[in-house]
């Protein structure tokens, strides 16, 4: 039990976040302007006009794209932890990172030669 009362401050601040986002937008739909013209709710491109409907077709080269950075953005999360803790936890702390940096530079050579990463 003593273990949730430390999480107590956190749940406090994930409701009163939740609570005042509902009440502004509540309070923002209550009193504000709400004239939607379709010229509003129009897609903006820069000011022009779309050329095209706003929901086109990506390529799928675009989303495995977003994955490996969102992958090498998981790696970094990794790596800040371990170098606080690097001295304390001594050559295990080594040998595990290096590992787990291996296997990730592993599936970026391998993505590099499948041409993955080539724009066009």
Request: net charge positive; hydrophobic share 60%.
């Amino acid at each position: 039990m003593e273990t949730l009362t430390a999480f107590a401050p956190i749940a406090a601040l994930l409701v009163i976040a939740i609570v005042v986002s509902i009440i502004i937008l509540l309070i923002s739909r209550l009193f504000g302007p709400w004239r939607p013209t379709a010229r509003k709710t129009a897609p903006y491109e820069s000011g022009m006009k779309p050329l095209g409907p706003a929901n086109r077709r990506y390529s799928v080269r675009f989303y495995l794209i977003a994955v490996l950075f969102i992958l090498f953005d998981i790696e970094v999360i990794f790596f800040l932890p371990w170098a606080v803790v690097f001295r304390e936890m001594g050559l295990y702390a080594f040998v595990a990172m290096g590992i787990f940096t291996f296997i990730l530079t592993i599936g970026l050579i391998y993505e590099w030669k499948v041409g993955a990463l080539e724009w066009e």
